[in-house]
């Protein structure tokens, strides 16, 4: 290998180390100054303790809001499967009248700016009484969360052999048996990470939330950003380790069931 060659993998390998250090270092800032000691958020630390940590599992308001957020995210995860499966069903395997339109309003929330989304929630939901209600907020995640679920499960179906669904069927199954016994263990990863995804962003899903929650169905992404509004303090970001701690515990486990890369 000649020098040149020598001298481009390595400014590459140090340009991609200093991409991942760019991304990296907020979180790991964050992570250390959820050890400081003061009651105000500063870089460098003045001394260590873990006070933060012990505060944040002592705070009922975070712990309630964590408990609604994923009971609210499991909800949102499960039915935007359900869902998704359907439209991905009838998009990848039929065509229909108005299939433009579908794929259009399943792509639109990928287009269409969350504040955007969080005001026109408000005005329909406002009319059904649903405002500050689990219903409320839940069909609001479902509708950020199935177009990703969509996709995933699509890039399933898509991938499937439709020759051993017809093998099936020419031995005598039903279309129904041939899709619970043939096409939905086929569609498992997709369906897993549609489910994770979809999760993830409902239990992360702050901007559309302020603006449909309040107090009883508040999540704690709204009780984070309404505890910033008064007090900054090393509780914070000892709350945000664990939610990423958390986040990275999901992705670690779908990795070890089926791996991101099947999965996605």
């Known amino acids: 290998m000649n020098q040149t060659a020598l001298f ?25 100054v959820s ?30 809001a964590f408990w609604r ?20 069903l009838a998009l990848t395997r039929h065509r229909f009248r108005g299939e433009g339109a579908v794929n259009f309003l399943v792509i639109a929330p990928f287009i269409v700016p969350n504040i955007v989304l969080g005001v026109g929630l408000v005005l329909v939901l406002a009319n059904f009484g649903l405002l500050d209600s689990y219903p409320g907020i839940i069909l609001a995640h479902l509708g950020v969360t ?21 093998a099936a069927m020419v031995h005598g199954a039903s279309p129904l048996k041939v899709f619970w016994r043939i096409t939905l263990p086929l569609i498992r990863p997709g369906l897993i990470a549609g489910g994770v995804i979809a999760f993830l962003i409902s239990f992360d ?16 992404p709204t009780e984070i950003y309404h ?7 090393p509780q914070i970001a000892a709350l945000s ?12 486990v779908l990795e070890r069931l089926i791996g991101l890369r099947k999965a996605v």
């Open 8 to 32: 481009a993998r390595w400014s590459w390998r140090l340009l991609i180390g200093l991409i991942y250090l760019f991304l990296l270092a907020p979180i790991l800032i964050v992570f250390i």
């Open 69 to 88: 957020s994923l009971l609210i995210g499991i909800v949102v995860g499960f039915g935007a499967v359900a869902i998704g499966t359907l439209l991905s």
């Open 146 to 166: 199935i177009p990703y679920t969509v996709r995933t499960v699509s890039m399933s179906l898509m991938s499937v052999d439709r020759r051993v669904e017809e």
């Open 241 to 252: 380790v664990i939610l990423i701690l958390i986040s990275l515990l999901v992705v670690i």
């Open 35 to 64: 050890f400081d000691t003061r009651q105000y958020l500063a870089f460098p630390p003045e001394s260590l303790s873990l006070g933060s940590y012990a505060l944040v599992f002592q705070n009922a308001t975070f712990i309630g």
């Open 205 to 220: 899903e702050t901007t559309i939330s302020l603006f449909l929650v309040s107090v009883k169905a508040s999540t704690l």
């Open 227 to 233: 505890y910033l509004e008064y007090s900054t303090d």
